[in-house]
């Protein structure tokens, strides 16, 4: 699977023999002597790729950069490499989503494979995020009521029931529930649900008017 590949580390022979290897393996690569270089350089996350973090680099650290593109929204794998295993480190690192944490010296077909891992990875999160929008881009088109009738449909009322609590006929509310279904492109009942799940609609302490 090819792709970008930002090796972030402090030692020019390492990077040269990183840059080598993944070349070689049908890589692009990007590299970079420090934290901060990677930074000014805002890599994009939406062309497949991932970052070789060593952990411990001078200035802002692995873990440190690591922090700050999460809170940038960086959506970009990240594999640690270190020289010094440490199982705190290693931990704290995974927790906070890093893709992998290898030690050096590593072999091609390790870092071969955590790249691999990563950007499938990378790739399935991306259509994840794509479906997600077009979703909400459905459910914006609906109107106030449909909106209402949607609602009250994921969360089990029957027609009789949904014309009831809006103050409408069940002919309105079957006509309602026939443009949601239409607008939210979906075809039975269990995917319309699925939509709302996925969009976190269907928080089982709220009613459903969203209120606890």
Partial sequence: MPGLVHVVDDDASFRTAIERRLKLAGYDVATYASAQDLLDASPSGEQPGCILLDVRIPGLNGPELHSQLIASGSTLPIIFLTGHA???????????????????????????????????????????RGRLESFR????????????????????????????????????????????MEKMRVHSLAELVSVAERLGMLDPNCDPDGRR
Avoid at 91 to 110: H, M, N, Y
């Fill in 86 to 128: 440490d199982t705190a480190t290693t931990v704290r690192a995974i927790k906070a989503g890093a893709e992998d944490f290898l030690t050096k010296p590593v072999s091609s077909e390790l870092l071969i494979d955590a790249i691999e891992r990563a950007l499938v990875r990378q790739d399935a999160a991306r259509s994840q």
């Fill in 137 to 180: 881009a459905h459910l914006a088109t609906l109107t106030q009521r449909e909106r209402q009738v949607f609602d009250l449909i994921v969360r089990g009322r029957i027609n009789k029931q949904i014309a009831h609590e809006i103050g409408t006929t069940e002919r309105t509310v079957k006509a309602h529930r026939h443009q949601v």
